[in-house]
């Protein structure tokens, strides 16, 4: 015995206890298993990227087709694999395109699907369609009309939604052939009027309910046209042969925030000066795409009242958040390959103003050098690298990077500057760098990146950014399937608590 203040201690308590025997076997498994969560890991990230950015479209270094599939292999690979998480990304901020996709998928393998999947499966889908718009999940449901996808839950899910529907006789007017088909499909029999509406539309002498009755009437009486949607009632006006101008400047009052935006310059253009959109309420990314639709000349004179709107936008996504992320620099794409393609335009003007709302102090470059946000356009290379490091000399504890990651003046400058800075000069992350990229590459199946070592999250729509942030940070390699699974459970809690 060894006295220890007076206590006796046995003399083999001072030796350490020797780590418990792990067989090689047993070593071999839990690195194959510590690898497995990895590339499980990456595999949901890729596919979420892709989720995010790619709608199928040509894109600027790709066609339409090499994009469609590239983007129908991730789908099937992480249905087949991961059919957990591969539901679980309804939840995140993928593109409606895709969120169609992964509902049709899931709808079609319903017959793969345990009860407890199948349920879960039931509630994100049902949210997800509430809130994408209803010409595509009408779309979407006349796609399982013709591959014939007809289970039980297909039919509760068309039922559900169409009853969800605020004014069902309303859509029955606009989409009338895909309400007709999902009724069909479903078997369902609609109440009331809707169901001769839909069937033999022209036999009642009369209609009950006012638009139904708007609608008969409009096949013969122009006043009838302009209490109609403005889909509906543009057909009708060629019918009868109004004049554009007249139309327009009637159908005013009927067109939603969306519509004038899209139809307010045309209508100037012919003097129908009653549709005017209020561009204080619109969202940001499609606020931006119609400002850098206009002329120069006309963004020159409308300056103001262009970036009140624009900085009116950017505030409400920010929120709580607005002025909290300290000082970011902003390394903005506006190359020429910034254009994208007639089909999907890419423009970081959004993510400018919501980045300048976000910081407290904020500095923008533009790879061109410009200084007016409101006057660029896509012109010229991609020097990526030179404005990476005229962002870390200022010493930013953020930098952002919103660009295609084609780096060409010089090839390669950026992601060696990005990996001395992280692995050399900031090993401690200070300064916390974040690359989106709005272009999905359907060779590589993934978004291009700069560096392994900087983070790379896919992004279109600037309303995105702060959530793709986040999610940016599982792309380092530092986070396995757990973590990664843990905050897909997070977003998919707040996703449909956001329904009750």
């Not at 169901?195 to 539309?201: A, E, I, K, R, S």
């Not at 005013?252 to 100037?268: H, I, M």
Request: glycine content about 6%.
């Amino acid at each position: 015995m060894l006295p220890f203040f007076g206590r006796p201690l046995r003399a083999c308590a001072l030796v350490p206890r020797p780590a418990p025997y792990v067989t090689p076997e047993a070593a071999i498994d839990a690195h194959i298993e510590t690898v497995a969560d990895l590339i499980a890991a990456e595999d949901v990230l890729l596919f979420v990227n892709a989720a995010i950015t790619s709608t199928g479209q040509r894109e600027f270094h790709s066609g339409a087709g090499e994009q469609s599939l590239s983007l129908d292999f991730l789908h099937s690979y992480l249905l087949g694999n991961y059919r957990d998480l591969y539901a679980a990304t309804l939840a995140l901020d993928v593109n409606d395109h895709n969120a169609v996709l992964i509902v049709r998928n899931l709808l079609v393998t319903a017959g793969e699907a345990d009860p407890g999947q199948r349920r879960a499966e039931g509630r994100l889908i049902a949210r997800r369609l509430a809130l994408l718009p209803p010409p595509r999940v009408y779309r979407l449901f006349r796609e399982l009309h013709r591959a014939k996808v007809n289970n039980r839950r297909t039919r509760a899910i068309m039922r559900d939604w169409l009853a969800a529907r605020p004014d069902l006789a309303f859509d029955a007017v606009k989409y009338r052939g895909a309400v007709k088909d999902v009724v069909r499909h479903a078997h369902l029999r609609p109440g009331g009027e809707l169901g001769p509406f839909l069937f033999t539309p022209h036999r009642p002498a009369a209609y009950a309910t006012p638009i139904l009755e708007t609608w008969r009437r409009a096949h013969y009486e122009q006043a009838a046209i302009y209490r109609l949607p403005y889909t509906v009632a543009e057909g009708f006006a060629a019918k009868h042969r109004i004049a554009r101008a007249t139309f327009l400047e009637r159908i005013a009052p009927r067109l939603t925030r969306l519509e004038r935006l899209r139809l307010q310059e045309s209508a100037r253009g012919l003097g129908a000066g009653a549709v005017r959109a209020d561009l204080t309420t619109m969202p940001l990314t499609r606020l931006a795409s119609y400002v850098l639709a206009l002329s120069v000349d006309d963004r020159v004179h409308r300056r103001a009242e262009l970036t009140e709107a624009l900085r009116a936008a950017a505030r409400r996504i920010a929120g709580d958040q607005a002025g909290r992320w300290g000082t970011v620099a902003a390394v903005l794409d506006d190359s020429f390959s910034a254009y994208g393609s007639g089909h999907k335009r890419r423009r970081p003007l959004a993510c400018h103003f919501l980045l300048e709302a976000l910081a407290s102090e904020y500095t923008p470059l533009w790879l061109s050098g410009r200084t007016d946000a409101l006057l660029v356009h896509p012109y010229g290379a991609t020097p990526l690298g030179e404005r990476v490091l005229d962002a870390l000399e200022r010493g930013p504890e953020r930098l952002v990077i919103v660009s295609d990651g084609w780096d060409n003046s010089p090839p390669g400058l950026a992601g060696e500057v990005l990996r001395i800075w992280r692995t050399r000069l900031d090993p401690d992350h200070t300064c916390a760098v974040v690359h989106l990229n709005p272009v999905y590459d359907a060779a590589d199946f993934d978004v291009r990146r700069l560096a392994p070592t900087v983070p790379t999250a896919g992004i279109r729509d600037a309303e995105n950014l702060v959530a793709l942030v986040e999610l940016a940070r599982f792309a380092e390699g530092r986070s396995g399937i757990a973590e990664l699974r843990a905050h897909l459970a997070r977003r998919a809690e707040v996703f449909l608590r956001e329904d009750a």
